[in-house]
């Protein structure tokens, strides 16, 4: 299962998480980012860099 993105991301200025993702699988929305769930490849390194607990694994 791929990761995603929850309203707490909303208005965060943080992209600490897009930085390291090894497969470029985040894109930006009008107010938030999201996860493409087709190019996450559920690695998870991206959930311990966002500072506002916003990734988490859809599983």
Known sequence: MAYVVNQD???CKYTDCVEVCPVDCFYEGPDFLVIDPDECIDCGVC??????DAILSDS
């Open 47 to 52: 959930e311990p860099e966002c500072p506002v």
């Open 9 to 11: 991301c909303i208005k």
